[in-house]
């Protein structure tokens, strides 16, 4: 693949990144003329750039973990484009494909599954480099370089062993070493500690902060945890229902979250004090059904301020301060 | 003062494994007062769910209770035949699952699964469970038109609402909540706890929430009793516990905990990992990751103290607690020697 020739184009950048899911077929819609599509992303434009830990904060089904999928070609866009680096990704395939998997990788959430449990540590490790057809004699170095680099022990200590006798923490850090051995500009980590416990969670998110700072790698970081987003990453986007919402410098965003939604995500986080607030949540009721996506704002039936014009107005995304955008009428 | 409505004394459970006898409880001690809400918290493996299921009398096949008493209402249900048993589940204690996804029957509508526990384990008639339904549907705050519904036209938090509803079908004495917001999102999370603490408040439940979360705990109990490896190391009201910890691994987690509150600061794990059960270690078993670790503490298992007001401690260096509380706010103190 070509190499970015300014410094100032972003690594990675989205523009009107859709992808629509079809519902399961069923023998009746052969008699029906469309069926309604689920819009998981829908018109999401985002940049990264090098060097840049980025937040994917969202609940469930929000469509954050799709978004990282399209970003990592895992899964095709139904439109919009993507560019790493400058190059479309769409058109990648062959040896152009390859050298895109080399620098754009995967950390996977749940460390007891993302291992084959019949390959040993060193095995797993060495996986990628084998996949990419990286020469041989450098293996082990490499290996090496990647364990050292989320703070475990040199590979001869993990000698033989299988997945199953580390803990959960020694296997999540493999994980991101696995992905950290083909050297990549970025990486995608969803949700990467939330099937840890917490006495090791802290562990594995300072390597992650150390990797990001000392190898100036890239990283999407997707999670429905606010502290951890905050812990890790410079910037934030919001999603709800596949959009983005609201995006800016993760402090500010924390210190005046600006969308309602953010605003009642972030009053219904709990904290370790009994001296929390407990008021009601500004919010009503559920998350609306992603399927067939209405007119209008896709946050307003769950939304105190809610006006009529946000019935048939789609907010758009906005600038309304220097980094910090919202897609709301009401800002 | 009223006596507690559940007095768990030294209770042990033993699983029989591929790898031998593993003591997955090991001489648990804690009460339960009428009207409060007890955490029961700490890390996966540390034997919290296993308590929470001898409580109920589900345990897995593989385990049986090896010594200790569970006083419930003056009586202990460990020596109590299992028809005895049966009579208790549902109607004295109840259980509010992780998942209520599995847990309802998604051939069935809602409203049938109310009526059967409300018709087969209350006694009631049909006219009067389905009346008592659509009370407890309102309570939950979930719109009684919907009982005819099936669980797959509910989404999670409704369907977590149906089995706290369920749970409460039967007015019991203890409900037993395991991980009851775990799977769900920060603001159905939120709604689900409020919930269960506005119920708790108004018929002055008796409950045990078992959680891994310490912020679910902060948020709506009245006591939390601390568990690692099998053991009780730390118990008191809520607040002295996350204030005042006394206990290392409490320390610790405060340090390893993202807050959103307070300024950024650096997260500090805790060294290691929990021990293997099967061969645990001899003297106190936080022993191998505890930084303030002494010679006793290898060899010596420490007892649970009492320290009034429900504060107990499981800890050789109980008495140094304010002293080593400061020490453990630097994150120095927890680098791996």
């Known amino acids: ?55 994917l904060l969202g609940e469930s089904g929000c469509g954050k973990t799709t978004t990282g999928r399209l970003l990592l070609k895992l899964i095709e866009p139904s439109a919009g484009d993507i560019l790493f680096d400058g ?23 749940n460390p007891f599954d993302a291992l084959n449990p019949r390959f040993t540590i060193e095995r797993a490790l060495a996986e990628p480099l084998v996949n990419t057809g990286v020469d041989r004699a450098t293996h082990h170095d490499k290996v090496e370089r990647a364990l050292s680099q989320v703070r475990l022990p040199p590979l001869a200590r993990f000698e033989g062993l299988f997945p199953h006798q580390l803990s959960g923490g020694q296997l999540q850090r493999i994980v991101l070493a696995r992905a950290l051995v083909l050297e990549p500009d970025f990486i995608v980590a969803d949700e990467p500690v939330s099937m840890l416990d917490v006495s090791v969670r802290a562990g594995v998110l300072n390597v992650m ?41 993760t402090e500010d965003l924390l210190k005046s979250p600006l969308h309602p939604y953010t605003r009642a995500l972030m009053k219904a986080v709990p904290v370790p004090r009994v001296d929390q607030s407990r008021d009601p949540l500004p919010i009503i009721g559920n998350v609306s059904d ?42 | 003062m009223e006596p507690p409505v559940l007095d768990v004394r030294n209770l042990s459970i033993e699983y029989r494994t591929s790898r031998g006898i593993v003591r997955a409880v090991d001489g648990v001690s804690f009460s339960v007062p009428k009207g409060a809400i007890v955490g029961l918290v700490g890390e996966s493996g540390c034997g919290k769910t296993t308590v929470a299921r001898s409580i109920t009398g589900v345990l897995h096949q593989s385990a049986r209770i090896a010594g200790g008493e569970l006083v419930f209402k003056g ?76 669980p797959h036209q509910f989404s999670g938090g409704m369907r977590q609402r149906v089995a706290i509803a369920l749970a ?28 269960i603490r506005d119920l ?16 679910v705990v902060a948020y709506v109990s009245d006591k939390v009793v601390v568990m690692y490896a099998g053991r009780v190391v730390e118990t008191g009201s809520t607040a002295d516990v996350l204030e005042r910890p006394r206990h290392p691994y409490m320390m ?56 009034g007001e429900g504060r107990s401690v499981a800890c050789h260096r109980a008495p140094e607690a304010d002293d080593l509380r400061a020490r453990a706010k630097e994150s120095a103190t927890w680098l791996p020697a």
């Open chain 1, 290 to 331: 992603a399927r067939g996506q209405p007119k209008g704002c896709s946050f307003r039936d769950r939304c105190p301020l809610a006006i009529a014009r946000c019935a048939d107005d789609e907010p758009a995304l906005r600038s309304v301060a220097p980094g910090r955008r919202v897609a709301c009428h009401l800002l």
């Open chain 2, 200 to 215: 708790q408040r108004k018929l002055s439940l008796s409950m045990i929430l078992v959680t891994h979360d310490i912020s």
């Open chain 2, 75 to 150: 009586k202990d249900l460990v020596a109590a035949p299992e028809k005895e048993w049966l009579e208790k589940r549902w109607r004295d204690i109840s259980f509010i699952p992780q998942s209520a996804m599995n847990s309802l029957d998604p051939v069935y509508r809602i409203g049938a699964q109310l009526e059967e526990v409300l018709v087969h384990r209350g006694g009631r008639t049909r006219a009067e469970a389905r009346s008592r339904s659509s009370e407890l549907f309102d309570m939950v705050g979930l719109n009684p038109a919907r009982l005819d519904e099936y």
């Open chain 1, 209 to 249: 902060r150390e990797v990001r700072s000392s190898l100036g790698l890239a990283a999407l970081y997707i999670s429905h945890d606010l502290a951890l987003v905050r812990y890790v990453c410079s910037r934030t986007l919001v999603m709800y229902l596949g959009r983005i919402v609201e995006e800016g410098p």
């Open chain 1, 87 to 109: 190059t479309a990704v769409s058109g990648l395939a062959g040896p152009s494909l390859i050298d895109f998997r080399k620098r754009a990788q995967l950390v996977f959430q």
């Open chain 2, 252 to 307: 610790g987690l405060t340090n390893a905990f993202p807050d959103l509150d307070t300024a950024a600061h650096d997260l500090v794990p805790i060294d290691g990992s929990p021990p293997d059960l099967a061969s645990p270690p001899s003297g106190c078993r936080f022993a191998p990751r505890c930084p303030f670790l002494l010679p006793r503490c290898e060899t010596d298992d420490p007892a649970s103290a009492a320290l």
């Open chain 2, 168 to 195: 409460l079908a039967l007015d019991p004495g203890l409900v037993i909540a395991d991980e009851p917001v775990t799977a769900l999102d920060v603001i159905v999370q939120r709604q689900i706890l409020d919930v």
């Open chain 1, 1 to 55: 693949m070509a190499t970015g020739l300014s410094a100032t184009t972003p690594l990675v950048e989205a523009r009107g990144l859709t992808k629509r899911f079809a519902p399961p077929a069923r023998l009746t819609d052969m008699f029906r003329k469309e069926r309604a599509h689920t819009h998981a992303v829908n018109k999401v434009d985002l940049t990264i750039s090098r060097g840049e830990s980025v937040g």
